[in-house]
C-alpha cells in the first residue's frame, strides 16, 4: 500500500513538473513571437522611411503604397490631393513661383534685376504651395542669389519635378509663353531699378497682366483644393448617438 503511495505521487510530481517545463517553454516562444513581430514592423518602418521619407515624399510612389500596407489606400488619397493643392495652387496671380515662370517666359530670369525681384518674392513666401519654391528655399545657396543652384535645387526635387511634369503645369507654361509675347505685353526689357517692369506704358501693363491672368489658377480653386486636402487630414468628430428616450 505505502509502496502503491509512493509511486503514485511520483507519478504526480513527473506529470507536474512535465507541465511546467511545457508551460515554461509555451511562454518562451510566445515571447519569442512576439519580439520577432516587433523586430519586423521596427525593419518594415525603417524600410518604409527610407524608401519614401520621413515626412512621406509626394506624390506617393506605388511601392510606398504597398509598404505601407493597409494604411496605403488611406496614403494614396492623402497624395493625390496633395498634388491636386500643388496644380491649384503653384500658378496663382501673385505666386512666387508666377513671377518666375513669367521672367523665364520673358527671357528676363537670369538678369540681376530678374533675380533680385525672385529672391524676394519667394523669401516672403515662406510656406509656398509650389514644391519648386519649397526646394528653392531648403538650398541655402539658392536664398543666396545663386540661379544656379536654385536650378539644381529643381532638378534633384521629385516633387518639383512631378509638379513641372504634370500636364496642366505644362499647359499653363505655354500659355504664359504665348501671352508673354502677345503685342499688349511687349515691353523694354527691365532695367535696374525700374519702378514698372511689365510695361512702360500703365494701360499696356493692365493688358499685359489681363492676358497673363488667363493661364492662371484662381485662387477659388486654390482654396478649394486646400479645403479637401484639410478634410481629408481632418475630418469633423462625429457627434455622440442621442441618448434613447
Known amino acids: 500500500m505505502r509502496a502503491a503511495l509512493i509511486i503514485s505521487f511520483l507519478l504526480v510530481s513527473i506529470v507536474a513538473t512535465f507541465g511546467c517545463g511545457s508551460s515554461a517553454k509555451k511562454s518562451e516562444a510566445e515571447a519569442a513571437r512576439k519580439q520577432a513581430a516587433q523586430k519586423a514592423a521596427i525593419d518594415q518602418r525603417a524600410d518604409f522611411t527610407k524608401r519614401c521619407g520621413d515626412p512621406i ?3 506617393i510612389s506605388d511601392e510606398c503604397v504597398r509598404l505601407a500596407g493597409p494604411d496605403g489606400p488611406s496614403l494614396r488619397r492623402q497624395g493625390d490631393l496633395t498634388v491636386a493643392v500643388w496644380r491649384a495652387c503653384s500658378l496663382t496671380p501673385s505666386s512666387a513661383e508666377t513671377i518666375r515662370q513669367e521672367l523665364v517666359a520673358k527671357g528676363s530670369a537670369q538678369t540681376a534685376v530678374g533675380q533680385k525681384m525672385i529672391g524676394e ?6 510656406h509656398s504651395d509650389s ?5 528653392d528655399l531648403r538650398d541655402l545657396d539658392c536664398v543666396a542669389g545663386n ?5 539644381a535645387a529643381r532638378s534633384a526635387d521629385p516633387s518639383c519635378v512631378a509638379w513641372m511634369d504634370d500636364n496642366d503645369t505644362q499647359s499653363r507654361l505655354r500659355c504664359i509663353e504665348r501671352a508673354v509675347h502677345d503685342p499688349a505685353c511687349t515691353a523694354k ?3 535696374e531699378g525700374a519702378a514698372n517692369y511689365f510695361s512702360d506704358s500703365p494701360a499696356q501693363a493692365e493688358d499685359c497682366r489681363r492676358i497673363e491672368k488667363a493661364c492662371l489658377h484662381t485662387f477659388d480653386e486654390c482654396a478649394n483644393a486646400k479645403d479637401a486636402l484639410e478634410l481629408f487630414l ?4 462625429t457627434p455622440p448617438p442621442a441618448p434613447a428616450q
Open 147 to 151: 540661379a544656379e543652384a536654385c536650378g
Open 189 to 191: 526689357p527691365p532695367e
Open 57 to 59: 515624399h509626394f506624390p
Open 121 to 126: 518674392m519667394e523669401r516672403t513666401e515662406q
Open 131 to 135: 514644391p519648386c519654391v519649397v526646394a
Open 234 to 237: 481632418r475630418p469633423p468628430k
